[in-house]
């Protein structure tokens, strides 16, 4: 769907976005958390390969797709694809609240849910709330939480032949007019998901506070390769927030590393160690350097421009000094 453009805007064209759909999703909802992506042309699409092959493709400017999940970790199809199927480049992660709300079409109320639909994974991180609210109800597989709202709201004949109600975002009981019964019935209320936007090309500007991901392939097995890796970053004094194996699907035992840690590759410390990296294995795989997230980052981010002009101004007063040839 394609948001209404101010005036200002109509000379441009919108910003093209796929996500993994159907409407309502949690990706739809941190996607519509971006300010700047307020007036983009988002296209809910089938699948997470058909988001990235889109991008590939040119058919969309950005993919917008789940990278990773608090509970249920790596969100595996989308690594492996950036990794082993795509060249993209990641441009901005998004870390999204994640609360599951029960709903049910208008007039329904708790007392009357005799089964409840949901994707399974969404089921299963409520099995508290099932089993002390709903004991007796029958759970419903649903390919995604929004598509259990969508078919409950449209009055799927299957979905309403009893009394349902269906897990799903807040964003879905808007859009499919369903009463929420029951808000955040998830078990771990500190859930998150990270979303990542990739686009073909580019690196977005540094902004201070930065986050760079790559895949490090080795050039053998054998012991020590994985510290010679992690001294590159220990040498250097690098944060590193994320370090994973993942098969390279090759041969039984064959791994690389995906590797997420501070730091922009317009950095100097950044790019020499990337550089060390690159000629010392089998292979290193740029992933992105792009704006962390997370409610500092902001305060971060001003505090690095602030620090970034003293130190200008700095050594514009030193140079100010500098004597002509000639002068005493």
């Known amino acids: 769907m394609a948001a209404n453009a101010p005036a200002d805007a109509s000379t441009r064209p919108a910003l093209r976005i796929g996500f993994l759909g159907p409407e309502g999703t949690f990706t739809e909802e941190a996607l519509l958390s971006e300010a700047d992506y307020e007036y983009a042309d988002i296209r ?31 969100v ?21 609240d ?26 299963a991180q409520c099995r508290g709330f099932l089993n002390r609210k709903l004991p007796t109800a029958e759970t ?15 009055g799927d004949a299957a979905m309403t032949s009893r009394p349902t109600a269906a897990i799903a975002p807040r964003l879905a009981s808007t859009l499919y007019g369903l009463d929420i019964l029951v808000e955040d019935v998830e078990d771990h209320p500190e859930n998150q998901t990270r979303f990542v936007s990739v686009a073909k090309s580019g690196i977005p500007a540094p902004t201070g506070h930065d986050r760079t991901s790559i895949a490090c392939f080795q050039s053998a097995d054998h012991p020590g390769s ?86 200008f101004d700095w050594v514009e007063g030193l140079r100010s000094e500098i004597r002509s040839n000639g002068s005493r």
Request: contains cysteine; aromatic residues 6%.
């Open 44 to 74: 809910p699409m089938g699948s997470l390969p058909e988001v990235l092959d889109a991008v590939q493709e040119g058919q969309v400017d950005l993919g917008f797709v789940p990278m990773e999940n608090a509970i249920e970790g790596t």
């Open 76 to 96: 595996r199809d989308i690594i492996d694809s950036l990794v082993f199927d795509f060249d993209l480049r990641i441009q901005r992660e998004v870390v999204l």
């Open 98 to 123: 994640i609360h599951l709300h029960l709903m049910a079409r208008p007039g329904t109320t708790l007392a009357d849910v005799e089964r409840v639909a949901s994707i399974p994974m969404a089921t």
């Open 140 to 154: 419903l597989a649903a390919n995604s939480t929004a598509e259990a709202a969508r078919l409950l709201g449209e």
């Open 226 to 311: 994985l510290y010679a890796i992690l001294g590159q970053f220990a040498a250097r004094n690098i944060n590193l927030s994320k370090l994973e194996s993942r098969p390279t699907k090759k041969a039984l035992g064959d791994y690389c590393f995906i590797i997420d840690f501070a730091g922009h590759i317009a950095d100097a410390v950044v790019s020499d160690c990337l550089r060390d990296l690159h000629a010392e294995l089998a292979g290193v795989k740029f992933l992105g350097s792009y704006p962390a997230a997370g409610p500092t980052g902001p305060a971060i981010r001003r505090d690095a421009e602030a620090s970034s002009r003293r130190a």
